[in-house]
């Protein structure tokens, strides 16, 4: 079946270094949404990207769709103690149903 | 408070027994996902149901089932527990494809 796969599994950084984090499927994307986890608590939606090359921005927060809607990435500019946290990509198995797949994370450390 | 609520917030229960979560979508939601986290683990889906009725099975093993009342809340029945089923149980409800998922804060499930 359709495999969402996330590298790093893991990351840590200095606080003010940038971060990224890749999610990658063996099959084309559907959409693309990104979560993020903070420790102890639940996942929180960011952002959902649908168009093949899309780029969004948040703030610090720059999230890509790949050219052939195969990979995605979410990357951080200057990290804070406050992006700490899991980071979720996850793709819609289908339309009908919005029963998304969920990549494995990356669990982000920064240090202060 | 992210509008969706799940109780209890903790369970410890006994191999064997078992236990119901129960979950309320945010106000207007007609879906509600039942999502399984094991510890240092991504999100597995379990099942959904839209307005009452299943709309989807995901990894959901025969000992547990589900079902959403005509006021949309929800539950979810984990029986005959076995100590891997030990994990975060999450509820989540959206408003349509585009919006993301709403979690609740989940629901911390304990097998000794």
């Known amino acids: 079946g359709q495999q969402v796969m996330q590298i790093p599994q893991y990351q840590h950084v200095q606080e003010g270094e940038d971060f990224t984090t890749y999610c990658n499927s063996s099959?084309?994307?559907?959409?693309i949404q990104w979560y993020k986890q903070r420790p102890g608590g639940h996942p929180v939606f960011l952002i959902q990207l649908v168009k093949s090359g899309e780029v969004k921005k948040q703030k610090r927060l720059t999230f890509q769709f790949g050219e052939a809607k195969k990979n995605s990435s979410l990357h951080i500019t200057a990290t804070q103690t406050t992006d700490v946290g899991t980071y979720f990509c996850a793709d819609n198995r289908d339309n009908y149903g919005q029963n998304f797949v969920f990549g494995p994370g990356t669990r982000l450390s920064v240090l202060p | 408070d992210s509008g969706v609520t799940q109780t209890p917030k903790h369970l410890i229960t006994a191999t064997g027994q078992r236990v119901t979560l129960r979950c309320s979508p945010r106000?207007?939601?007609?879906?509600v996902y039942w999502y399984q986290q094991s510890l240092d683990q991504g999100l597995q889906f379990l099942i959904q149901y839209y307005n009452g009725e299943e709309r989807a099975k995901g990894n959901i093993l025969e000992r547990f089932s589900a079902q959403q009342f005509p006021d949309l809340h929800s539950e979810l029945n984990l029986s005959s527990l076995e100590l891997g089923d030990s994990a975060l149980y999450f509820c989540?409800?959206?408003?349509?494809?585009?919006?993301?998922?709403?979690f609740g804060s989940g629901t911390r499930l304990t097998v000794v």
């Open positions: 989540a409800s959206a408003t349509g494809v585009h919006y993301g998922y709403t």
């Open positions: 106000s207007g939601d007609l879906s």
């Open positions: 099959t084309t994307l559907s959409n």
